[in-house]
């Protein structure tokens, strides 16, 4: 029996992902279609990156279901819209339920492989935050994690939070939630009271920037 952790959560993750990939597309009036694999995009984008560093063949190329949840999202999108735009929030909510989700998704997969704790949170990092910056890039907006928001490092706060519980002997089926959550939690709390990491100030010369942009050799 396959374990709960890797069926149901992973539906829900790929679904919340979808949802914030298709609410996003909607404000760029893209047609049905585009919308459909800008949410296919942001669900699997994350995965498809980790499997391929791992030397796997794709996870959804083996199983449709990851095709047919995002055609769901879609079809939610579309029958409930006007309620999902009346929710501010909306995109966001579902953005952080996917994080949480797949992050920890992504680093089970690679505990499964044999990789190192260090190894397997880099990969659920990635598995959690890939697909927004495809979409974000898509769609012709700045990363979100490439933004002073907490976002990638919501997923190591996580993944070192599940081996944190792993390592007081919890089991994996009640750690694996847990860190999911705390996930979800540090992006809420992050956002709720304005918490970022420090800005990397701007220290280059405009002179020598300019010349260079324009192929000149700086003034001396």
Not at 7 to 28: N, Q, V, Y
Not at 94 to 120: N, R, Y
Request: hydrophobic share 55%.
């Amino acid at each position: 029996m396959n374990n709960f952790f890797t069926i149901l959560p992973d539906l829900i993750g790929t679904f919340a992902f979808a949802m914030s990939g298709i609410k996003m597309a909607s404000r760029k009036n893209v047609d049905w279609f585009g919308a459909f694999m800008i949410g296919l995009v942001t669900a699997i984008g994350g995965g498809t990156v980790r499997d391929l560093l791992l030397d796997v063949t794709p996870f959804w190329m083996l199983d449709s279901r990851y095709f047919i949840t995002t055609g769901v999202a879609l079809l939610a999108t579309l029958v409930f819209k006007e309620k999902l735009m009346r929710w501010t929030n909306t995109l966001f909510l579902f953005d952080t339920i996917g994080l949480g989700l797949v992050t920890i998704i992504g680093i089970s997969k690679c505990m499964d492989a044999g990789f190192p704790f260090w190894v397997c949170i880099v990969m659920g990092t990635i598995t959690g935050s890939i697909g927004g910056v495809l979409r974000d890039v898509l769609l012709n907006e700045v990363p979100l994690l490439l933004q002073k928001d907490i976002y990638a490092m919501a997923c190591v706060i996580g993944g070192l939070s599940y081996f944190l519980l792993l390592e007081i002997n919890m089991t994996k089926d009640l750690a694996a939630p847990l860190a999911a959550i705390i996930v979800m939690l540090v992006r809420l709390i992050a956002i709720q009271f304005h918490i970022h990491l420090p800005v990397l100030k701007s220290v280059h010369d405009k002179e020598a920037d300019d010349s260079f942009l324009n192929n000149k050799p700086p003034q001396q």
